[in-house]
């Protein structure tokens, strides 16, 4: 909590086999989509101890990035995680902070601080250390925090005590994020879609288009959605993040669609050079906005 942490546990390192076994189907039915890069290092990806060498924990930290501000509504639509800077450089920084405090405690150890980096099931370790559930829309819930975390893992030759897993499911009948998600990618048995995801579309699809059976299901997302964890009533618990640098970058409050639309690529860099936005270039989201104005979903 020092750190800027809000959250943390620490799960027994192994290999996680109901895990491996549902990324297996999940991949093999494609919704993955055309992020391949999610097939690599399958191994690794199932079992921390391959990645780091003699790995004996799992320390799982969250990171709150919850902010109330709101785009204009003629604005451009996107992501919560991604109004302020770029959180891999913030946590990564932190995390480097926790692993040498550590080492400041014990003495030298091995340990790799992860943030979206390498191939770790982030959800399954921060359920496995009880920090909470994973919900059926795919996000790590907490009871008293709600979902809009970031998650971080340090992997260590350091043993630990453990937590108990998270074995209960506040989620219950509740079907709120299934009926809500804009184009169905939440299917009923537990299981997201990646390749039907606003997120993906807006973000990960490298193509110069998206496809044309997807128009008018936007509900005018240009860069990742929220709706699965905005209607999610777990997160009426969600408090402000106390992070200076996530809090949203003043050209998303101010600018309009239309403007956004006439900002060069020069600009674009400049604007989201700290920014997670940068991920999908100027050309990527000058792409979705076409396509949301091309569907009558464009607010200006
Ligand atoms: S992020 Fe949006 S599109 Fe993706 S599953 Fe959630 S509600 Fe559906
Ligand atoms: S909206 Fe309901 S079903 Fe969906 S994750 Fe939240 S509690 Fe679970």
Redesign the pocket.
């Known amino acids: 909590m020092e750190l800027g942490f809000d959250y943390c546990g620490i799960a027994k390192a192994g290999r996680l086999d109901e895990d491996a076994l549902r990324l297996e189907k999940w991949l093999g039915q494609g919704m993955h989509g055309s992020m391949t890069y999610m097939e690599n290092h399958f191994d690794k990806r199932v079992d921390p101890t391959l990645l780091v060498p003699g790995a004996k924990s799992v320390i799982t930290v969250l990171k709150n990035y919850y902010t109330p501000e709101q785009v204009p509504e003629d604005g451009l639509k996107i992501s919560k995680y991604a109004m302020g800077n770029d959180y891999h450089e913030v946590i990564r920084a932190q995390m480097n902070e926790l692993l040498d405090r550590i080492r400041g405690q014990v003495g030298e150890i091995s340990g790799r601080g992860f943030v979206d980096s390498a191939p770790v099931m982030e959800r399954s370790w921060a359920k496995r250390a009880g920090l909470g559930w994973v919900g059926k829309?795919?996000n790590l819930i907490t009871r008293t925090g709600g979902s809009f975390f970031f998650i971080a893992t340090l992997i260590t030759d350091l043993e630990l005590l453990y937590d108990d897993p998270f074995a209960a499911d506040f989620c219950g009948s509740c079907t709120k994020?299934i009926d809500?998600?804009?184009?169905g990618?939440?299917l009923p048995n537990r299981v997201?879609n990646g390749s039907q995801?606003?997120?993906y579309f807006t973000i990960e699809l490298k193509e110069l288009l998206i496809p044309s059976e997807m128009k008018g299901q936007f509900d005018n997302?240009a860069f990742?959605?929220?709706?699965?964890q905005d209607v999610c009533p777990w997160n009426r618990f969600s408090k402000p993040h106390q992070e200076e640098a996530f809090n949203p970058l003043p050209e998303l409050l101010n600018l309009s669609t239309r403007e956004w639309e006439a900002v060069s690529e020069e600009s674009f860099r400049k604007i989201f050079r700290h920014s997670p936005v940068k991920r999908a270039k100027w050309q990527g989201l000058q792409r979705n906005i076409r396509f949301l104005k091309d569907n009558g979903q464009e607010n200006s």
């Not at 809500?180 to 184009?183: G, Q, S």
Request: aromatic share 6%; charged share 5%; glycine share 10%.
């Open positions: 829309n795919g994020c809500a998600c804009p184009t990618a939440i997201v995801c606003i997120s997302w990742g959605c929220d709706t699965c």
